[in-house]
Structure formats: structure tokens, C-alpha cells
């Protein structure tokens, strides 16, 4: 399984627990993801989703 990087957790928490009246019960990478899981916030990417997201923007780019 790979890992969430940094700036996708930075990332994620200011766009979801800004708002949030209960972002300081999240004292934890964990927690925060399963409060977004929760709420239809975030999903896990595929197996192989970054390998063809990278292989679409070589075409691409």
C-alpha cells in the first residue's frame, strides 16, 4: 500500500478541517483520514492510478 504524501495531507487539511468545528479532535494523520473517509471527503487512489496519471501527462505534457 503506498503512503499519502505530505503535501497531499497539508493540502487536504486546509481545504477540509478549516471549516470543520471538530478539526481539533484530529490530533492525527490517521484520525484526519478516517474523518474525511467519513464524510465522502477523500478516497484512497488505485493500485496503478499514479503510474497512469504520470504515463497520461508524459503524453500530454
Known amino acids: ?4 504524501n505530505q503535501e497531499t495531507i497539508t493540502r487536504n487539511l486546509l481545504q477540509f478541517c478549516y471549516t470543520c468545528e471538530d478539526a481539533h479532535l484530529c490530533t492525527t494523520e490517521e484520525i ?3 474523518c474525511w473517509t467519513e464524510n465522502g471527503l477523500y478516497e484512497e487512489k488505485a493500485d496503478g492510478a499514479e503510474e497512469t496519471q504520470q504515463l497520461l501527462q508524459f ?3
Open 1 to 4: 500500500m503506498k503512503t499519502t
Open 32 to 34: 484526519c483520514k478516517a
Open 59 to 61: 503524453y500530454y505534457a
